[in-house]
């Protein structure tokens, strides 16, 4: 979905055309990214480690238009974390920069392709320039509904449950829920991942190698697939995410229940 190559925006306008070894039936509703590897990337290259968070914003707009043509409804990014903030002033900085030109820059993408952007996560510490463009980018495409972007952006999963957690209880205390009456849908309601219509991601993607969550969705990847690759984030493409999607289709998906072979 870049916005330099014609050819990449006709692309989009075939529906649901699917590479070979993918099956229309079993496309996951909802992928999450931990889009890793960046400054090893970069380092590896013999590059600053700000170009390799550049080489975030080609590589999420490239998978943001194959989701669209491949029917998956919902796509949530890690993109800087509670715990970010320990980095070098420097590097926040400028991936504060980042995120604001990516949301004003692709806006006219994201309108031409149909796609909704959400933020999760607080908003607060976040530059006012930068909280001027999310407002701006949710607001003009709140009514898009061929793809849903959700970027977490100083969201973690910890304050997410517990911000929930605090949202209940005040509802108890004013006397609008019962303890008795609190279950997962109710809870759910109070998430920040209630913007979207399929909350809990199918298959969690990450890449670089590790093997760890980094309190990412921690209440809603409870039953997600997860696929691990070793490309770091500026090297995962289309085939890489095409074998992603085939090792989740080949899957047996049980929710804590019994295999259906058995």
Request: one cysteine or more; glycine letters at 6%; a negative charge.
């Amino acid at each position: 979905m870049s916005p330099n190559t014609e050819d990449a925006n006709a692309s989009l306008l075939v529906e649901n055309e699917l590479p070979a070894g993918l099956t229309g039936e079993r496309i996951p509703k909802h992928v999450a990214l931990i889009m890793d590897g960046n400054r090893r990337w970069a380092k590896k290259n013999g590059l600053p480690p700000m170009s390799g968070h550049a080489a975030l914003v080609p590589r999420l707009m490239e998978v943001l238009g194959l989701c669209c043509i491949w029917g998956i409804k919902v796509l949530t990014v890690y993109a800087f974390s509670t715990e970010n903030w320990i980095r070098p002033q420097m590097e926040v900085d400028y991936l504060m920069e980042l995120f604001e030109s990516l949301l004003r820059e692709q806006l006219e993408d994201f309108m031409r392709n149909e796609v909704r952007v959400s933020i999760i996560g607080d908003p607060v510490k976040l530059p006012i320039s930068l909280q001027k463009q999310i407002t701006k980018t949710t607001e003009t495409t709140k009514n898009n509904s061929k793809l849903h972007l959700l970027m977490a952006i100083n969201y973690g999963g910890r304050a997410d449950v517990l911000q929930a957690c605090r949202n209940m209880a005040l509802k108890v205390k004013d006397g609008l829920v019962k303890p008795e009456d609190i279950n997962e849908s109710l809870f759910n309601e109070e998430l920040e991942t209630s913007v979207t219509e399929f909350p809990y991601p199918d298959l969690l993607i990450r890449t670089s190698g590790e093997l760890r969550l980094s309190n990412f969705l921690t209440w809603q990847l409870a039953y997600s697939e997860f696929y691990f690759t070793e490309s770091p984030w500026p090297d995962f493409g289309e085939k890489e995410f095409v074998m992603a999607l085939q090792s989740f289709q080949l899957r047996q998906r049980r929710f804590g229940g019994q295999d259906k072979k058995n």
